[in-house]
């Protein structure tokens, strides 16, 4: 099918153009006579592009001269371990809030490497929806090493907007559903890592930002392929790179570029969830249970008034050419997941499908 808008929450869509262009040089790439995926990656072609991709990603951030920027693997969950490995200590406390599944995990797996993770606040479920814990109430240690949250939880769809301005420690973020997705003050945060299945490019790979003055004395067990120190100091190739997600990143941040930058990209990603929170807000029959102040720009759940026709609201959808609207497989339900990617026409799309659909009943 051509005209399949694709809202799944990652891997997820990616730009058309880049797909394209991807499929038009899969075989001879710059004329190599090979893809990108056979050639070295100390190839001087292949080296060039991926410091281009790294410029261009620092271009779009506005990074920090004084920030590391790195290409990893493993993914966002990689760094879950990475993180308290390389910044803090054994007998470290690191303090993070616990606003969704995925701080969860974060939060799980930094318990085996540092001597206490302090959660500092969470969810409430409120009379009139979700929030998080306001920033007056959060439980916040004297010396953490740092402040860990993730700005955007996929899986929830509840957002933190506003960057903790006030926090001694170092500012850690996941956010690997939301980094690229608008303008962002790389400058305020520590460490920001995403995996990049959503708006970056394929998955199992990851893009690290980190201030230079954090990297002082990993711990001695961490894995050399997860060491900051020694990847920036091998640019992101001490052990061999995952060359073809590399460029294709390299794709969508040249991509990013030409569309205007974050600035567009922020505008037309408000605009979308604006859009369908709209519809869904003065709907009976389809509900977001997320208070506005906390809503997601990218990953918009939703709930029918009857549970039972969820079956069939995913069915006709994907008849209909909207795929990957099903829930996370915790929660439940719907959610549509408005990535860089997901044209405009796509939300228009799904909401004329929600409103027939309704009709129809
Ligand atoms: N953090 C967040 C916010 C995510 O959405 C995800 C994946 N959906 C992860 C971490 C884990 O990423 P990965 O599967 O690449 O390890």
Redesign the pocket.
């Known amino acids: 099918m051509t005209d399949l808008f694709n809202f799944s929450?990652?891997p997820a869509m990616l730009p058309k153009e880049v797909m394209q262009q991807a499929q038009q040089e899969l075989l001879n790439w710059q004329g190599q006579g090979v893809s990108v995926m056979e050639l070295s990656h100390r190839d001087p072609a292949y080296v060039k592009m991926a410091r281009q991709a790294e410029q261009d990603l620092r271009d779009l951030l506005a990074v920090p001269d004084d920030y590391e920027v790195l290409f990893l693997q493993g993914?966002?969950?990689?760094q879950f371990a990475a993180v308290p490995q390389n910044i803090a200590s054994k007998s470290a406390t690191v303090d993070y809030l616990d606003s969704g599944i995925?701080s969860g995990y974060a939060i799980r797996e930094a318990e085996k490497f540092v001597n206490r993770v302090n959660v500092v606040g969470g969810q409430q479920q409120q009379a009139n929806g979700k929030a998080l814990t306001p920033r007056s109430d959060w439980k916040l240690s004297e010396d953490a090493a740092y402040f860990h949250y993730?700005p955007n939880?996929?899986v929830d769809g509840i957002a933190l907007h506003q960057i903790p301005d006030d926090i001694a420690a170092p500012l850690v973020a996941?956010m690997?559903?939301n980094l690229l997705s608008e303008p962002l003050d790389v400058s305020r945060f520590g460490v920001i890592y995403a995996?990049a299945?959503k708006n970056i490019g394929p998955?199992g790979f990851a893009v690290v930002l980190v201030k230079r003055d954090l990297l002082g004395t990993p711990q001695t067990e961490l894995s050399s392929i997860m060491d900051y120190q020694i990847q920036a100091k091998s640019s992101s190739m001490y052990n061999t790179p995952n060359t073809f997600a590399w460029y294709l990143s390299g794709l969508v941040f040249k991509w990013l570029k030409e569309i205007g930058g974050l600035q567009e990209m922020g505008r037309r990603n408000h605009r979308k969830a604006e859009l369908l929170y709209q519809y869904l807000d003065q709907s009976e029959f389809y509900r977001n249970e997320v208070q506005p102040e906390y809503r997601s720009i990218m990953n918009i759940p939703f709930q029918l008034a009857d549970k039972k026709q969820e079956l069939r609201f995913l069915q006709q959808a994907q008849a209909q050419g909207l795929s990957g609207l099903k829930g996370h497989r915790f929660v439940g339900g719907m959610r549509a997941s408005l990535y860089n990617a997901m044209p405009e026409e796509g939300v228009h799309a799904l909401i004329q499908f929600m409103d027939e659909f309704q009709r129809k009943l």
């Not at 993914?75 to 990689?78: K, W």
Request: charged share 20%; hydrophobic share 10%; net charge negative.
């Open positions: 929450a990652g993914g966002g969950r990689g995925w993730c939880e996929t996941d690997s559903s995996g299945q998955s």
